[in-house]
């Protein structure tokens, strides 16, 4: 099993909806969680971190959910330029895990 | 405020060759990251630097691979001889406190 795992996707969702995805961590001792945007031909750039009590910003939430190990990402009225790769990142103990990314399309 | 700065943006070689990439992080940023990126995968961490001294470099193969961050500031990553397999995007990242991350550009090498 891999340390932190991502469903590749693609998903392919018409703008204005709401897509979720979520990444699972093998370590439970794992303290810290993001996630990160990559455009195509770009480099990761920050999109939230990930708290215990979960956090919103704007249309984007993150959740936590220690007992089953998995973090989620949820976009509600979902842009044609939220079209990217969502990776999620684990530090355990100071060392970061990167997920595969999962591949969003929004459709007009 | 300037971001993380990398060069070159782009190198073609032939296998066996030698490649050097740059990094200038943030002002201020102690931490520094160097990480590969093959196409359709995730980052993967080849070193970490604190300042002038290495944190993790568990995934970097010593034996082709390199890094230097000698005065705590720039860095330097080499790779010699380069394989096939070594062609990818090498992302440099800085961090002020070991948790958020700020990628350059990255530099996209393709090994012939």
């Known amino acids: 099993r891999k340390e932190v795992e991502q469903d590749p996707g693609p998903f392919n969702v018409p703008e204005g909806a709401t897509v979720a995805f979520n990444c699972t961590y093998s370590n439970s001792a794992s303290q810290s969680f993001f996630w990160y945007r990559q455009d195509c031909r770009k480099e990761p750039k920050l999109l939230m971190s990930?708290?215990?009590?979960?956090n919103e910003d704007g249309r984007f939430t993150a959740q936590l959910n220690r007992a089953s190990q998995y973090i989620s990402l949820l976009i509600r009225d979902s842009k044609l330029s939220d079209s990217a790769t969502y990776l999620c990142v684990v530090n355990n103990n100071y060392q970061l895990i990167w997920g595969a990314g999962t591949k969003l399309i929004i459709k007009p | 405020e300037a971001g993380v700065a990398q060069s070159p943006r782009y190198k073609i070689i032939e296998k066996r060759q030698s490649v050097a990439f740059w990094c200038n992080p943030i002002?201020?940023?102690?931490?520094l990251y160097w990480y590969q990126q093959i196409l359709g995968q995730g980052p993967k961490l080849l070193i970490q630097?604190?300042?002038?001294?290495?944190?993790?470099d568990s995934q970097l193969p010593k034996d082709r691979f390199s890094a230097e961050r000698l005065k705590g500031v720039d860095s330097t990553l080499k790779i010699q001889p380069a394989k096939l397999e070594d062609s990818a995007v090498y992302l440099c990242?800085?961090?002020?406190?070991?948790?958020?991350?700020?990628f350059g550009p990255g530099t996209r090498l393709t090994v012939l």
């Open positions: 630097f604190q300042n002038n001294g290495v944190v993790d």
């Open positions: 002002s201020g940023h102690a931490t």
């Open positions: 990242a800085s961090s002020f406190n070991a948790d958020t991350q700020y």
């Open positions: 990930v708290y215990s009590s979960g």
